[in-house]
Each structure stands twice: as structure tokens, then as C-alpha cells.
């Protein structure tokens, strides 16, 4: 059984950086994707980036699109997320998901998350 854990997150000041990791146990790990999401009191779960496992194929939601990057390591299992430039709205739970059963397109493996809080 493959696991998602997650790494990084925390308090920062506006303007910048933290480093999110996402790494699968197990053996055998070969997704299609691995996404990023995050999510707030009140609002629903929003992907914020995307990877395509296989050649490192990016998608950015129009929010963080030139802040963030999204990028894998595929002998090490691993995914991240850097964002920099962080601004207050950014604050939420952040997620790691991948799409491993071939075919269907879902998110079905997730990560613990965590906390990143952008305040001054």
C-alpha cells in the first residue's frame, strides 16, 4: 500500500518562500500525476498545480501561476511544491494527491496535509 507524507509548510511573512514535499512509500510509485491542493474554513478544495508523472508536464491554477512551481523527483518518489512570493491569501491546508490507478483520472492517494499561514 503506497503513502503520501508530507513535509514542509508553516508560519511566513508576506513576500516569501516555503517548500512543500510529497513522499510515496512503497516500492512500486508511477502515477500519471501528482497535484497540489489547498483548502480553507468555508471553501472548497482547490488544485493549485499539477505534474504529470511521466515527463514533468506542469499545470498552475491562474492564482499562483509565476509563484509557485510545481516539480517531481521521480527516482526518489518525491514531488514538491516551492511557492515564493506568498501572499496572505495563500493561507489554507495544503494537500499532496496522486492519480495512481490507470484510467480513471482520480485523485485517489492523499497526503496528510499541512498548515502554511502567510502573516505578518
Known amino acids: 500500500q503506497v503513502e503520501l507524507v508530507q513535509s514542509g509548510g508553516g508560519l511566513v511573512q508576506p513576500g516569501g518562500s516555503l517548500r512543500l514535499s510529497c513522499a510515496a512509500s512503497?516500492?512500486?510509485?508511477?502515477?500519471?500525476?501528482m497535484a497540489w491542493f489547498r483548502q480553507t474554513p468555508g471553501n472548497g478544495r482547490e488544485i493549485v498545480a499539477a505534474?504529470?508523472?511521466?515527463?514533468?508536464?506542469?499545470y498552475y491554477a491562474d492564482s499562483v501561476k509565476g509563484r509557485f512551481t510545481v516539480s517531481r523527483d521521480n527516482a526518489n518518489n518525491t514531488g514538491y511544491l516551492q511557492m515564493n512570493s506568498l501572499k496572505p491569501e495563500d493561507t489554507a491546508v495544503y494537500y499532496c494527491?496522486?492519480?495512481?490507478?490507470?484510467?480513471?483520472?482520480?485523485?485517489?492517494?492523499w497526503g496528510q496535509g499541512t498548515q502554511v499561514t502567510v502573516s505578518s
Open positions: 512503497g516500492r512500486t510509485f508511477s502515477p500519471a500525476a
Open positions: 505534474v504529470r508523472w511521466s515527463d514533468g508536464t506542469t
Open positions: 494527491a496522486a492519480d495512481s490507478i490507470p484510467g480513471t483520472g482520480e485523485y485517489d492517494l
